[in-house]
Structures are given as C-alpha cells and as structure tokens.
C-alpha cells in the first residue's frame, strides 16, 4: 500500500471545499443572474471604491496604533522571567477566548450616550459626547480586537534577541534610545511585518465591528459584501466581484510584504 | 523607567478587561438600563429557561466537537501522506491548506455560500431536498479546521526518527501496525494541540457560520449577534459572564497540569541524576 494514498480523501475534501468555492466566486463575478460572461460587476464594484479606500484608512491607521501601543508590552515581556512573561501572555489571551461578538458589545455599552463614560461625564455637568457610532469607535473596536495577533509575533521574535546582544550595544557605550533603534528594532523587523499582516487582513475585511460601534454611517467593504449576499441588496453576482477585489488586495499586500514567502509561514500561521 | 514600564502595563491591562468587566457588572443589573439599581439573579434564570439560547449551545457544541474530531482524523491522515510526498503536487495541496487560513473570514464564508446555494440549486432541481443547516455548517467547519490539523501534525512528523518505523517493520509489524504502534505515540502532541485549536476556533466562529448556517438551528455566536442587534438585553451580558468564567477555569486548569507536568520532569531528570551518581 502506498502511504500518500492516505492523504487522498483529504485531497479530494480541499478541491471540493476550498478550490471549487473560490473558483465560484470568480466565476460569479464574471457572469450575470443569466450565467453569461459579463465585467459588469466589477464595473460596477468599482462604485465602491471609495469604501474601500475607507477600510484600508482606518485599517492601516488601526494597525499603526496596535504596533505602537503593543511594541512596549512586547518588549517588556521579551525581557522579563518566563514565569512574568508567561503570566502576561496569558492575560492577553484570556479576553481572546471569549467571543469577540460579546467583547464588542462590552463596548458598546462602554461608549453609548447613556453609556459608562457618559454617565461619568454627566456627573460633572458634561457632555453627553457622541462617542459611538463614529469612525474613531470602529478603529478602537479593531485595535481591541486584534493588538493581541501585534503582540504574538512580535513577542516571539524579541525573546529570540540575545541578551548579550543589548549588553555589548550597552557596554560600547550606545543610550537607550540607539539600543532601540539600532539593535532591537532591525532585529525585530520579522515580527513587526508578521504583526502588521496578522492586524491589517482581518481588519480591512471585518463586518460586525463597523456595524456595532459604527452605526450605519460607517460601512466598511466587508458590510457591503455582507448586504450582496445577505441583506437586502442580494447580489451574490456583485458580492462576489467585491469579495475577488478584497482577495486579490489582501493577497498582493502579503505577497509584496514577502510574508508568503518565508520558511516559517507554518510557524507564523499556528 | 521600571515604575513607567508597569503602569503602562497596568494600564493596557484596564483598557483589555474594561469591557469584559462591565459585561459582568451588568449581568447581576437589575433594570434594563445602564444604571446599576441593584442585584439580581434572574438574567441568569432566564439565560437557562431561554429554550432558543439552550438551543444554541447545544448545536455549537455538536457541530464543533463533530467537525474537530472528523477533521483531526482526515489532517492526521493527510499530514502523513503529505509528509511521504515532494515537488509541484505536494505543494499544491499545502497552497490549498493555507487558503483558508490566509483568506479573510468573509471571503471563506461568502464561498461557501455560494458553493451551498448552488448545490442546493442543482439538487433541488433533480428532486433531492437539501437545505442550510446542520451539513452545510458541518462541512465548512471542518473545511476551515483541517489545516490547523495539518500544520500542527507536519512538523512533528518531519522531526520523528524515519528508523523507528523501519525498526518496528522489521520487528515484524505491518506498515498499519507500524503506524498506530509507533507513528501515532511520535506525533501524538501535534494531533490533540491541532484538535484543540480546530476546537476553539470551531466553539468561537461566527463568520463562516453565518454564512453557512440554516434557519432551525443556529450556533450561539450567530444567536448572539442576532440579540447585539436588538441592544438591550442583559441576558448578554450574563451569557459572557459565565462564558468567561468557564474560560478562566480551563486555562487555570491547563497552566496547573502543564506546571505540574514541568515539575514532573524536573523531579525525573533529578532522580536519574542521583542514580547516575
């Protein structure tokens, strides 16, 4: 018997499951409710563009916050004792366990106008400010959600930087500040690009975070591919052309980072 | 700078748990609004007499452990035949198993849905009936598990010793009994931390079952979403309270049996000392 055949009815599974899905999105966005070719979508998802101009803004402004804000946990971590650093980690995953619905919705009742902040606000004759359903709320709902998938990275790719590495810098008479900029931050340079990927993909592409603290005011390319396919607008022809837009984006910013590229793309993914 | 390092700590720390906490705080609310006016138990009551919710959990529960168990025996059994293989067909497949994990969520569910809208098309068409529900949402989770499966078992097999196998069939054992004998034992922590992780991202999805989920039975997260759109409704808040609660006693629980397990080896490691002495 040959072993590879083993591996067969998973091979079949991933043609039928994974291949065949994605080759009829393309096929959807090419083809009208009649099933004949048309570019019609795609000229048409092209009304869009400026929404997706909208989600990659506050994406990237959501992982720039997340890398800045996580950095300093990183490296606190990286060089503590594994017994901190372990106990910190765990902190950080904790909340990731829960369904993000429910972490979202926590802030939700954070940022209302009768919500938390509000009422602190109220009790010194402030306010009510309008804190939710603004685009300010969207990004903090991404940096919330998503800053631990920063830290993972680049924590692991800090704790391999030696500490003999920091103490010649020091003992050769570098400040902090040249310690940070000339050896930990090129060093850490691997991390930060997997942090940026692993922050970036889910957050261009989220659709229940815009809804619930953005209001409708706010709709991101993932709220509209939501409405082609199960709202109102059902258009699974143009649905699918903005969805092979969003795909082909996401795989060009991993392909041009060089993330697809690296050996440790299984150790990245896990 | 190590009093500044702390505080920034503790103060991430807030701005992680704030949410969470007010969830708690809110579950034991008795009003509805977001005033506390005083304790109660009964959103908890009626979290369990809420027959949709109990539903729910149950159907998270049968669709997550059926696809995890399923897709840890079909990534085992691919991982090995994958491990056996080399050049283009080899890394198609492993392209193919990336997929999933590399495409956004949305992307993953939308095509699903469209690959189950089809098929339901073309098998209504010919007199089959089939609908949205406990297949569909079986199927994509399993799809979206799998490479979880295979990326945790590879590794381990690439690091087992190839002369064990040869070993045991020399010893007599066919290429079958060679492999639960000997293979399985080798590989055993890829599988269950791959099982585990197919299992926590099955209990925690929501994207790919939205997509993919029928109008009888839903799993809790699509329920969920459904009661956030309403917005008031403390039974939320109760559901996350004890959600939780059961995190927290499972990863105390894992970090005790993984410390103890250390302290084990340690204690071994000492004692064959002491004998070697």
New interface residues.
Partial sequence: ?K?????????A???L??????G??VY?AFTDTAGSFTVDNIIQAGRYSNVLMKSIWLSAISTAICLV?GY??AY?MSRSSAMVSGT?L??????M??????????????L?N???IN?IFGVFGLGPFEMINTQGAVVLGMV?NYIPFMILPLNSVMTKIGKDVIEAAQDLGASPARVLSEVVLPLSLPGIKTGIIMVF??A??T??ISQ?LGGGGNQLI?DI??LQ??GNAYN?NL??AI?LV??LL??LI?SVSGF?NDDD??EK?? | MKTFAKTYLGVFMAFLYAPIFVLIIFSFNESKGRTFTGFTWKWYSALFHDAAIMDALLTTLIVAITASVFATVMGTAAAVGLNRMEGKFRSGIMGLTYLPILNPEIITGVSFMLLFVVAKNALNSVGVPFQFGWATLIIAHITFNVPYVILNVLPKLRQMDGSLVDAAMDLGCSHWQAFYKVVIHEIRPGIVSGFLMALTFSLDDFVVSYFTTGAKHQTLSVLIYAMTKKRVSPKINAISTLLFVVVLIVLIAVNLVERRNINRNRQAVRDRKKEED
Avoid: C, D, H
């Fill in positions: 018997m072993i590879k055949a083993v591996s067969y009815p998973y091979v599974w991933a043609l499951f994974i291949a065949i899905p994605l009829l999105i959807f804000m300093p946990i606190y910190i765990l902190l950080i995953m904790l909340p366990w829960m369904n993000f619905l429910l972490r979202t919705y926590g802030w939700m009742s954070i209302e009768n919500g938390i009422q919330y993909v889910p261009v592409s659709f229940i619930m993932g591919i939501e396919f199960l699974p649905g699918s969805s969003l795909m996401v795989m991993m697809l793309l299984e993914l896990l």
